[in-house]
């Protein structure tokens, strides 16, 4: 039997023989197959979409995008193939091109709730939560008791800072599907828990349940974990973390070895034209927030928010996409020994002028903006080159606080280091010194924010910090803007302004993390 595809009949011997090829990882022959189907039905929507996804797989980048830029461009409405077209539009960061996709969706009423879900996640991904929530609304006026509707609420209402109404949310799904492990991980990070309103319980019968999955194993222990931490029960919570860091762990592919040859590739690269110097620029100044997850970064951005010369743009993956476009390779994760080949005869500041173009659309007036996205760090030497005018500022936090505060944090697929004690210290390891080499190749580029100084005397060191920047001090620096959306890990923790701990964090902790400890510490 033929396998019937969304396209016309006339082209599906060929698309079947694409996949064929696909299904082999002959990834050549499979993208010389959607090739021939194209040139007979010239701009089909799913044999471009198809064609996008092969090329990626391909590592071909460029070739990948304007395959995904071209079913855009279609006119396609149908909502299956528009359903992955909008995450391969987000992929490049090709941000209008999405939102013009989904405007031809509207209005609300006619989408079906699987629709608005993926369109709001889409949102979502690229900042853009206050959008992603009218979508999510409309869902839930559509079914107020679809538990996957009121999970994904829940999770933008946080990010949003509307910590009642997304726990209002998590309470009701769970009601109608106390199986799904999420509700319970939103659940416990929505607030903090107390002896007389706790769900310990409830989540240990889960983890209990036949047949559960380490996905579900992993929220179900980083909700525990959470949950007892707040109680105080220490010894339980690092039993429940070490369960879900271990499930997590099992579905990943990590290799420190592989991360090592990635940083000595990057501590050894030039380019081979010579740099530009440093200049100021005609347009806005990118203010590039870089370290360790869980160091600070977000406490910092909401604080620079605040000047009324500056924009903050949280987590951008834009610079990102502009290094994979001039070197013309697509690669899991941030960047790729590949990139860093390819990078010393590419044009930098080519990339520097398409980092730029990305997100012109997001600017406002201001003269500076920030991005983020803490692992740009791994970037800093193409940054430097490509943005001659940018500033780095680079967030530095203890390392026992870091590394635990990225142990009991859940993050995506993009931080596999992160849920083994040793290999996280090997990492913040390798971190460190990489930024050292960046401090010394680039001279006054880097500006070093340490977390205790913020948080002890903010005043002294974001005065610092608006002098590294060229903007004037002023006192709403000294503020997080809590109006502001927070689309990181810290979307809760950010919400109580800056607080200063007397007692680390991880000091309960601390028999347990010694093994951890005694690596960061080791010479």
Request: glycine content about 4%; proline content about 7%.
């Amino acid at each position: 039997m033929t396998t019937a595809f969304p396209a016309p009949r006339a082209i599906w011997p060929m698309l079947a023989a694409a996949e064929e090829h696909a299904s082999r990882q002959d990834f050549d022959g499979a993208i010389a197959a959607y090739t021939q189907a194209l040139t007979q039905v010239p701009g089909d929507a799913y044999t471009q979409i198809q064609l996008s996804y092969v090329h990626s797989l391909a590592g071909h980048y460029r070739a990948a995008q304007e395959h995904a830029l071209a079913a855009a461009r279609s006119g396609v409405t149908d909502p299956k193939l528009l359903m992955e077209l909008l995450p391969r539009l987000r992929t490049f960061n090709q941000v209008q091109a999405m939102q013009a996709c989904i405007e031809r969706l509207l209005p609300m009423s006619r989408m079906p709730i699987p629709l608005l879900l993926a369109v709001a996640a889409q949102l979502s991904y690229v900042n853009l939560p206050d959008q992603a929530i009218r979508f999510l609304d409309e869902a839930r006026n559509a079914d107020p008791d679809f538990p996957p509707t009121l999970l994904s609420r829940a999770q933008v209402l946080t990010y949003l800072g509307r910590f009642a109404e997304a726990e209002q949310d998590v309470m009701r799904a769970l009601r109608r599907a106390p199986e799904i492990a999420q509700g319970y991980w939103l659940q416990a990070w929505v607030r903090r828990q107390t002896p007389d309103n706790h769900h310990v319980d409830a989540i240990r019968r889960e983890l209990a349940r036949p047949g559960r999955r380490p996905e579900d194993i992993a929220l179900l222990g980083f909700a525990l974990h959470k949950e007892l931490d707040d109680l105080g029960r220490h010894d339980e919570a690092w039993q429940a973390l070490m369960i879900g860091c271990r499930a997590k762990r099992s579905r990943l592919a990590y290799d420190t070895t592989q991360t090592a040859a990635l940083f000595r590739a990057l501590a050894q690269f030039e380019p081979a034209s010579v740099p530009v110097q440093p200049h100021e620029g005609s347009g806005p100044t990118p203010v590039f927030i870089v370290g360790m997850h869980r160091s600070g970064t977000t406490l910092l951005e909401q604080l620079l928010d605040g000047h009324p010369d500056l924009q903050g743009l949280g987590e951008l993956y834009d610079f990102t996409s502009a290094m994979r476009h001039v070197t013309d390779h697509h690669c899991r994760g941030v960047i790729d020994r590949t990139i860093v080949e390819r990078a010393r005869t590419a044009d930098l500041r080519a990339a520097g002028r398409h980092y730029l173009d990305s997100v012109a659309w997001r600017l406002g007036p201001q003269r500076c903006f920030t991005d983020k996205l803490p692992s740009n760090f791994l970037n800093v030497g193409f940054i430097a080159h490509a943005l001659p005018q940018a500033k780095i500022l680079h967030m530095v936090r203890d390392p026992v606080e870091t590394c635990f505060s990225n142990l009991r944090e859940l993050f995506s697929e993009a931080n596999a280091y992160s849920y083994d004690p040793i290999e996280l210290a090997d990492y913040h390891r390798m971190h460190d010194a990489l930024m050292r080499h960046w401090r010394d190749r680039f001279p006054g580029r880097i500006h070093e924010v340490r977390y205790d100084r913020l948080t002890r005397d903010p005043e002294g060191e974001m005065r610092r910090i608006a002098d590294f920047c060229g903007i004037a001090f002023g006192v709403a620096m000294l503020k997080p803007n809590a109006n502001r959306a927070v689309v990181t890990a810290s979307a809760v923790q950010v919400r109580d302004g800056i607080q200063v701990r007397e007692r680390p964090k991880w000091a309960p902790y601390e028999p347990c993390l010694q093994p951890m400890i005694e690596r960061l510490q080791a010479p």
